[in-house]
């Protein structure tokens, strides 16, 4: 609705100004007369309608003498609209049928020659004839009837939400002003409101002339509303596009403002290099850096949101640390595996003496990798006592393969966000372990050992097996995803390997997955052989002494190794044997020694007094001591049961850590002694008269079970029948109260401990006949098992047949002597005291 003509209306200068029509002078001005035959005036682009004054250029030689003739007679003068507004020189045809009667009311002459008029519309007319073309055209007219006759109701609705819609209009109209909402307010007139909006609507010329032609006047004014409801639309449209428009790059340009303040603040405050620089090194790195499309895409997204972001900001330094992870991991980086099976052999001997059947099955394995070229091969788990070589193992693979290797202790881990990393929306998130091992690493397959599988733990921050569970499946690992990344890594071509001390604790999901390759103790036998081929040469080694500086004999060895060390394998022999490479190392320092050749009577001086002593001989030398063999955490172990007795009145009393297993085993052997006493041989005063004190010594360390059953029975009947105890000898077993031998756990322990103390002959429930069969017959070279149902069987094979006295008198009490009868009462009370016992 933007038309020039319209400041006409609104002039403030009165002498300019055309009054507005009033209802009045419309209806006069719509019913005058006109001419039969007008000359023609064609309009190019716009059409005139009764009532509307109009402001037109007028340069075709033909339209200036029109204009000069008809404003000389003040006549009026016919107006129509051209079909097409580019034809220069319309002929009849190219103008429409109808048109409008006007004055020229003011003519102005330009100084180019040109004329501009301004006329107003009279009232419509149809062309019948043109009756002249030269030098304009005339032609015959006849006038068209205004159509009053029209709902009063229905016309006034239209009309109110004409004026309604066209104020809208122009005050969504950015270039018309504000005072022509006023003039359209202020037309009374409903017939030049109409043609007085239809003039000025934004629409074809065509479509105005429809407007003009629409004879009925309600039509015509729903017309004009349905124009003026359109163009509001797009006035409404645009406006909307326009302030969007707008708000966006008022948001842009306030953050670009905001952002050069912060950079000048920074730049004030000597913060400005910073981010920039660094992002900048930070894209080169990652330029440089071979990444998995998916990564690298993300990298790139986070080196953007650095360099958006304030480097003091906290924010910062997450994406920082972040995007430095991405950095530093080796996505694609391998190490290149060097597969020859005959070296591999070679470093495995080199690292490790015996372990033969190990040895074979590791290279077993990489054989398998070899010939698949993949992973896909259960995870191997060594599983064994502590210091028999499990992590070392481990190493060795790692170096016969070329292969990094990283050592991961589970020991304790009880958290799954360990395994797999917290979320970055932690305070002080970082990844998990696993991603931490090939950073560390730096390869993609190095190999990655699962330290202590069987040391996991498992609480309410959920489980960190499961999260291993998917770490070692091989259908799953290639895209393992840590919570802190958040990115698929693939660890198909890890090598994983996993160590446990105790195959019962692994969890059984995990074990499972799991091949288990088992690593028991060694015997003295073979630690004399790793002591003297591996563990002195590294001590000297370490301890920056010469091969020729150091030489330690094999007696000096096996005394280190029974005297000073008690356990399944080798680690505190290498330490015991580096304290005294350190000791000569000390004295070849300082010039008092120039090499050492120890024997075994010098161990004492480097090694203070002996700490353990072998001594079931020594200790089975009286009545009441018994071997037995304990399983421990470490391994197993021999344990001694002593008994003695004190005058007293027949009660029984424990000491030295026992657990509640054990005290009631002891009451049960003792019970099954007083009830067997005379198939025994005992005398019953000894129960009577004397008390019975049984003592497990080397015993800082609290023991417990049933296994111990047999031992403390056979100490019993010892002190009661004074027959020693066979010192070649040791046993395990659980008993009933009636006699009978039950089967125990941890055979194999028990077994190699007893090899170890030199015992020749073990007695076992018959019931772990099974256990020993699965024993390697090597490990068992030298040792007798028997097995045994039944207690008297054990009594038979393992008490000496000579007393060392005769029971009667030993036991017996004189008269005089005898505890008073109420004290007897206290007969067979149990009486447990603890005493620590430190050896
Ligand atoms: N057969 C062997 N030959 C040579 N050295 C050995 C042998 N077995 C163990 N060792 C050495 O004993 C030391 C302890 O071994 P390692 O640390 O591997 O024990 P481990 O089985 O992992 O024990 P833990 O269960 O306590 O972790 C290492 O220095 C290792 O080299
Ligand atoms: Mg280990």
Redesign the pocket.
């Known amino acids: 609705m933007i038309d020039q003509n319209l400041y006409l209306m609104i002039d403030d200068d009165p002498e300019q100004s055309i009054p507005l029509p009033t209802a009045d002078e419309e209806k006069e001005m719509s019913t005058s007369e006109i001419p039969d035959a007008v000359p023609i005036l064609a309009l190019r682009n716009t059409v005139l309608f009764p009532g509307v004054v109009l402001p037109i250029t007028v340069g075709r030689d033909a339209s200036l003498k029109l204009v000069k003739d008809a404003f000389g007679d003040d006549s009026l003068i016919g107006v129509i609209a051209q079909k097409s507004s580019e034809l220069e020189d319309p002929t009849p045809d190219d103008l429409f049928e109808y048109g409008t009667a006007a004055s020229i009311l003011k003519l102005i002459k330009m100084p180019d020659g040109s004329k501009s008029i301004v006329i107003q519309g009279k009232r419509r007319f149809r062309t019948k004839k043109y009756i002249q073309d030269d030098p304009y055209f005339i032609a015959e007219v006849e006038a068209v009837e205004e159509e009053y006759d029209t709902d009063e109701i229905e016309l006034d609705a239209l009309i109110r939400s004409i004026k309604e819609l066209a104020i809208q209009i122009v005050n969504l109209s950015p270039n018309l002003p504000s005072e022509a909402a006023y003039a359209i307010q202020n037309i009374e007139s409903p017939t030049f409101l109409i043609h007085f909006i239809a003039s000025n609507l934004q629409i074809e010329v065509n479509e105005k002339q429809s407007l003009l032609e629409t004879i009925p006047l309600v039509e015509r004014a729903e017309l004009v509303l349905q124009h003026l409801n359109r163009e509001l639309q797009v006035l409404q449209l645009s406006e909307e596009i326009r302030s969007k428009v707008k708000t966006d790059v008022d948001k842009q340009q306030r953050e670009y403002l905001l952002r050069q303040q912060m950079k000048t603040i920074q730049e004030e405050l000597g913060e400005a290099e910073g981010g920039e620089a660094e992002v900048g090194e930070l894209k080169e790195r990652a330029n440089k850096k071979s990444l998995p499309d998916h990564v690298r895409e993300t990298l790139k997204k986070e080196l953007e949101k650095l360099g958006r972001t304030n480097p003091a900001s906290p924010d910062y330094a997450v994406t920082r640390n972040y995007v430095d992870w991405i950095l530093d991991l080796p996505w694609l980086e391998y190490s290149e595996d060097d597969l020859d099976i005959v070296r591999a052999e070679s470093v495995l001997d080199e690292d490790h003496y015996g372990l033969e059947r190990v040895k074979k099955r590791i290279l077993e394995y990489l054989a398998v990798l070899k010939l698949k070229g993949d992973m896909k091969a259960p995870i191997l788990c060594f599983h064994g006592p502590?210091g028999v070589g499990?992590?070392s193992l481990g190493k060795s693979i790692a170096r016969a393969l070329g292969r990094e290797f990283v050592r991961m202790s589970l020991g304790g881990v009880r958290d799954e966000a360990e395994i797999r990393g917290h979320r970055r929306t932690y305070v002080g998130a970082l990844p998990g372990r696993i991603i931490k091992a090939l950073k560390k690493a730096g390869t993609s397959n190095p190999v990655i050992m699962l330290?202590?599988v069987d040391k996991l733990g498992s609480d309410f921050r959920g489980d960190p097996s499961s999260a291993l569970l998917e770490v070692l499946d091989p259908e799953q690992n290639n895209a393992f995803n840590d919570h802190y990344l958040e990115l698929d890594y693939d660890l198909s071509k890890t090598l994983f390997i996993a160590?446990a001390n105790f195959l019962e604790r692994i969890p059984n999901p995990l074990r499972d997955r799991m091949e288990l390759i088992e690593i028991t103790g060694y015997t003295q036998e073979e630690k004399l052989a790793i002591a003297k081929q591996y563990l002195v040469p590294r001590q000297v080694e370490q301890n920056g002494l010469k091969e020729e500086q150091f030489s330690i004999e094999d007696d000096a060895i096996s005394l280190i190794i029974d005297g000073y060390t008690r356990e399944s394998g080798v680690r505190q022999l290498e330490r015991a044997l580096g304290a005294v490479a350190r000791g000569v190392a000390k004295k070849v320092a300082t010039a008092e020694l120039e090499s050492a050749d120890i024997i075994e009577g010098d161990i004492k001086e480097y090694l203070n007094a002996r700490r353990y002593f072998s001594d079931t001989a020594e200790r089975t030398e009286v009545p009441g001591v018994a071997t037995g063999l304990a399983w421990t955490p470490v391994g197993g172990d021999i344990l001694f049961i002593e008994a003695s007795v004190l005058r007293g009145t027949g009660r029984l009393i424990l000491t030295g850590q026992l657990g509640d297993v054990m005290k009631e085993s002891a009451q049960a052997a003792f019970s099954y002694v007083k009830s067997h006493y005379k198939t025994l041989g005992i005398p019953y005063d000894a129960f009577k008269y004397w008390d019975v004190h049984v003592h497990i010594p080397a015993g800082s360390i609290p023991k417990d079970g049933p296994s111990a059953g047999v031992t403390l029975l056979s100490a019993l009947v010892s002190i009661y029948t004074q027959r020693r105890v066979k010192h070649t000898l040791a046993m395990t077993g659980e008993i009933t109260l009636r006699g009978l031998v039950l089967p125990v756990g941890g055979i194999k322990e028990k077994v190699l401990a007893a090899k170890r103390a030199g015992i020749e002959l073990v007695l076992l429930p018959e019931k772990n006949r099974k256990d020993i069969e699965e024993i390697d017959p090597d490990v068992l070279q030298g040792l007798d098992v028997q097995y045994v149902k039944r207690m008297s069987e054990v009594l038979d094979q393992v008490l000496l047949d000579e007393a060392m006295a005769d029971v009667e008198e030993f036991f017996a009490v004189p008269e005089n002597e005898r505890p008073e009868k109420d004290k007897a009462a206290s007969n067979g009370t149990l009486i447990h005291e603890e005493s620590v016992v430190t050896d």
Do not use: A, F, L, N
Request: aromatic share 0%; charged share 50%.
């Open positions: 502590p499990k992590t330290d202590e160590t």
